[in-house]
């Protein structure tokens, strides 16, 4: 169930960072699925370049053959998604089936977004930029040590502290602490109860830095092929274990990917509603997307007063589009991300987390994917 613990944000506006891609996104390693012809065997395959593929990628490229096949075009040269003046855009004009920012409507008739780009929803979202609570750490049974360098990893590249606040932020800032909502602890990015400042992806010149940016930033380039317009739609299962996957280009021409040995292994990073779709074919079952059936609620009413509030709440019902769940850690992934019962094959994104962070998701699917990237190194 999508259950936000909302404490309070005072947040925007972001630092200096240097982009590496050129402006048109030209960038060797990412090319067009239907202009490329595999040449080699992958040891890992990653399914979804959005916000945690990218960082997993980026840290597996450092020793390791990686193919990342997203679904979507890329956010580079494109001003409606990395300028921070058009950052209203995704929510104001929600596009088609091939929009970076895709509606739909849930099966609960709830209308939302979702990203359809390389970068995933780090390419389209409000860009509050805030790590987890302690206890969502430890729920997860990760390692302290490893989540804070793997944080740390991740801001380098892509978060900022915001600078100039409007006098609306300032308003907000103040009241909270007039109202007592303290300690006020400044800027940081960590999970605080009182007031803060966090962080943001847009930097002080208003250029968001999606995570596809840890790929420009950290993956070694000779072990990375990065292909957009590229969409899964099966992963290749032999033997108890996953051997490579198919996937579609734009001009609809199916291709083959393969994994090159028996640790090899396909990671599925195809965010809450992606990686659900696997599910039907290779994940075990039992796996539900957290989404609220809040159009189906049954409200308390009395009276034509509370009838009309009722209505007004169906008709109004939203999302904040922090999609989790479908594939939580210790039912249908074990505590290392590994699909239960199968070889070679993980679930590194957020349809593994038991529960919200409690705040924006972000620095945590990025953190995950850096996280279990550096632990597939330690151990393989
Ligand atoms: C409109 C909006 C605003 C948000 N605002 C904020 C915010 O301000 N701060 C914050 O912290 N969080 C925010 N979020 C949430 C945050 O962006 C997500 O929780 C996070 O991006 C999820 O990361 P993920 O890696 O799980 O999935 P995603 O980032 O969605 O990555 C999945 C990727 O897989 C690709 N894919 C899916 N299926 C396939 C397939 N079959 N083949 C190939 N590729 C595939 C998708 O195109 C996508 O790029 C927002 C989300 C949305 C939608």
């Known amino acids: ?112 977004i979702r990203p359809n780009v390389l970068g995933g929803g780090s390419s389209i979202n409000g860009a509050v930029y805030n790590r987890a609570p302690d206890e969502f750490i430890s729920d997860a049974k990760l390692d302290k040590n490893l989540v804070e360098s793997s944080y740390a990893w991740v801001e380098k590249v892509v978060a900022s502290r915001p600078r100039n606040f409007s006098a609306f932020q300032n308003s907000i800032r103040g009241a909270l602490l007039e109202v007592g909502v303290t300690p006020d602890f400044g800027f940081t990015y960590k999970y605080v109860v009182g007031t803060k400042t966090t962080g943001n992806t847009f930097d002080s010149h208003g250029q968001r830095h999606p995570s596809s940016d840890l790929l420009l ?72 997307v957290s989404s609220p059936d809040r159009r189906n609620a049954t409200l308390v009413a009395s009276g034509s007063v509370n009838r009309t509030i009722s209505e007004f709440c169906r008709r109004s019902v939203s999302t904040n589009y922090h999609y989790h769940g479908g594939c939580p850690l210790g039912e249908v992934v074990d505590w290392s991300f590994r699909v239960m019962g199968l070889n070679g094959l993980r679930v590194v994104d957020g349809s593994t987390f038991l529960s919200t962070p409690g705040t924006n998701p972000q620095a945590t699917v990025m953190m995950l994917g850096r996280y279990v990237g550096v632990e597939i190194l330690k151990t393989r």
């Open 217 to 288: 930033a950290y993956a070694n380039h000779k072990n990375i092929d990065v292909l957009l317009h590229a969409t899964v739609y099966k992963v290749l299962l032999q033997g108890g274990g996953s051997r490579g996957v198919l996937y579609t280009d734009n001009l609809g021409r199916s291709h083959t990917a393969l994994l090159s040995s028996e640790r090899s292994e396909v990671i599925i990073s195809a965010g809450a509603l992606g990686t659900l779709v696997f599910g039907n074919q290779s994940l075990p079952s039992g796996g539900t």
């Open 1 to 112: 169930m999508l259950k936000f613990h909302l404490f309070f944000i005072a947040v925007i506006y972001c630092t200096l960072r240097i982009i590496e891609a050129n402006d048109d996104g030209a960038v060797s390693f990412i090319r067009e699925a239907n202009s490329t012809t595999l040449e080699h065997k992958y040891d890992y395959i990653v399914v979804g370049g959005g916000t945690a593929g990218c960082a997993i990628a980026a840290t597996l490229s450092q020793r390791y053959k990686v193919l990342v096949l997203e679904r979507g075009g890329s956010p580079y040269g494109n001003p409606l998604l990395l300028r921070i003046e058009n950052s209203g855009n995704t929510f104001a004009n929600p596009g088609g089936l091939e929009a970076p920012n895709q509606a739909f409507t849930s099966e609960d008739g709830v209308a939302s």
